[in-house]
């Protein structure tokens, strides 16, 4: 037998690399195509151009804290409400939004936010990712281009990735896999500090508690119910006693049922109203809605997944700026619910469906990330220029009214101001006595009262007049086009002084009878 060539044999350099291949050709595969192209791609969904209303207040609340050593405890930029307390529930965000803005820029901090918002898709991610790709991909996009309306640098994106990252361990522990959620009340003590938006935390652990306690009716032989409700009871309890770990103590459990309580907030303002659904921009989230029976009729759903499901939808339907909530619960719902599904019924079928790793297709693959990953930064990096920015700022905030009136100190002391203008005018306007605004974001902070005398003018019902006086309104910063200009434009008692085609500004010149 003739004795075979060292040269048939691998080299071990030669085995290392064909190892090597073998493992990259696995990872960049169809699933890292789709799950990282989607990925990607939502990026452009969260980084973009600030267009908040109340963004310009919350940093001018942020730089006030900053210089005075302090919390406000009462309103700063009003002169109808000056008195009321003020339990400024996201001082914390505040401050570092200001601290952010003042040193590296505006791009810098929507950067920022929109990676916390990713963040949260990532930890969606984590509670599907043993599902078939294909489910895990769609999921994810449909649920990134439902929340398009909410998306932003706002301080709710705090509450989303919170919620993301305490659902992820709630899933994780009741399914025996992490015990993560006795951490739960260290995130509540952050939370408490960030944003009023805690409250929520609880709604998702009453969730698994409620769903722990059926279980454990119906199979009260099965020790690992009766502990799941003791551990959560007690991890509920200890985040319950965390939330007084902030300068507001007591005082802070209160202020979300006082929002929650508001009529004149949920008929005024409108992320605070019910969707929309003649809104095109709303249709991925009413797909989403429809979906969740669809797929409980093909998988039936745990009880914690149908409670999720449940609240979700419940409190989405109450009003738009919980849509965020809703994609946090019900994403994993139903990624786990349709690839479960699909999963049992190509198990039961014996559907085999593998596709062997290729080299070639791994370059393939490789290559299309990296341009999908440069034109998204290119859109970014497009969305967010300063230039873009300020055309935005032009048109949604009163920048040539508030110029007008920077140039014009000597005109005007008591302000009537369009609400979402508030903000914006309080930030370029602080501390000018006579540039004080009528009404602004902060709506508990402002009062129903108010609230409603503001609507009463803005819609210019039949007591405007006497609003305005009541306030002793000498000039007008509105939006073109509104109700009120309108009217006023008839008006002999006022002047027109300023227009854009953003906002106008009028003058009383006439003494009130």
């Not at 939370?191 to 009716?217: Q, T, Y």
């Not at 409980?296 to 419940?314: E, M, Q």
């Not at 990296?370 to 009163?398: C, F, H, K, M, W």
Request: with cysteine; glycine share 8%.
């Amino acid at each position: 037998m003739q004795d075979a060539s060292p040269a048939t044999y691998p080299t071990p350099s030669g085995a290392a690399s064909a190892v090597t291949q073998l493992r990259l050709s696995e990872r960049l595969s169809a699933r890292t195509l789709l799950i990282g192209s989607v990925l990607v791609v939502m990026l452009s969904l969260f980084i973009g151009a600030e267009q908040d209303p109340d963004f310009w207040w919350h940093l001018r609340v942020g730089r006030w804290m900053v210089d005075n050593g302090r919390l406000p405890t009462s309103d700063l930029f009003t002169y109808t409400v000056s008195g009321h307390v003020w339990t400024d529930h996201e001082y914390l965000t505040e401050i570092l939004m200001w601290l952010t803005y003042s040193t590296f820029g505006l791009t810098v901090l929507v950067i920022l936010f929109g990676l916390l918002t990713w963040a949260g898709f990532w930890l969606i991610y984590l509670q599907v990712r043993r599902q078939p790709f294909v489910f895990i991909g769609v999921g994810l996009a449909l649920a990134a281009i439902a929340g398009a309306p909410v998306w932003g640098p706002r301080a709710q994106m705090i509450t989303f990735t919170l919620s993301c990252l305490e659902l992820y361990w709630l899933r994780g522990y009741l399914s025996g896999r992490s015990r993560a959620i006795v951490y739960f009340p260290l995130v509540m003590v952050a939370w408490a500090n960030l944003h009023g938006g805690w409250v929520i935390g609880f709604v998702w652990l009453g969730a698994a508690l409620v769903a722990e306690l059926w279980s454990w009716a119906w199979d009260q032989e099965n020790p690992v119910h009766r502990m799941h409700v003791r551990r959560l009871v007690i991890v509920g309890v200890a985040s319950a006693v965390a939330v007084a770990a902030t300068p507001h103590f007591l005082s802070l459990y209160p202020y979300p049922f006082q929002t929650q309580g508001s009529e004149a907030q949920q008929r005024l303002i409108v992320e605070w109203a019910s969707p929309n659904f003649h809104d095109i921009s709303l249709r991925p989230f009413e797909g989403m809605i429809l979906l969740i029976p669809i797929g409980f009729a093909l998988k039936r759903p745990t009880v914690y997944d149908l409670l999720l499901a449940l609240i979700a939808t419940g409190l989405a339907l109450q009003n738009v700026r919980n849509v965020s909530l809703f994609i946090a619960a019900v994403t994993p719902v139903l990624i786990n619910t349709y690839g479960g599904w699909f999963t049992e019924y190509t198990t039961r079928h014996e559907w085999r469906f593998t596709v062997p790793p290729r080299p070639v297709f791994a370059v393939m693959t490789a290559l299309v990330l990296l341009v999908i990953i440069g034109t998204t930064s290119l859109r970014i990096a497009s969305s967010i220029s300063p230039a873009r920015e300020a055309q935005l700022d032009t048109s949604n905030y009163p920048v040539g009214a508030a110029d007008w009136l920077a140039a014009h100190p000597d005109v005007g002391t008591r302000m009537f101001n369009q609400y979402g203008f508030g903000g914006y005018l309080a930030y370029r306007f602080y501390p000018d006595p006579n540039r004080r605004v009528f009404i602004f974001g902060e709506a508990a902070l402002m009062g129903d009262d108010l609230l409603n005398e503001y609507a009463d003018v803005y819609y210019v019902r039949s007591n405007w007049k006497q609003v305005l006086d009541k306030y002793g309104v000498d000039y007008v910063v509105e939006n073109k086009g509104d109700p009120l200009p309108n009217l006023l434009a008839t008006q002999p008692d006022w002047k027109l002084v300023y227009e854009d085609n953003t906002s106008v500004i009028y003058v009383r010149t006439a003494s009130r009878s």
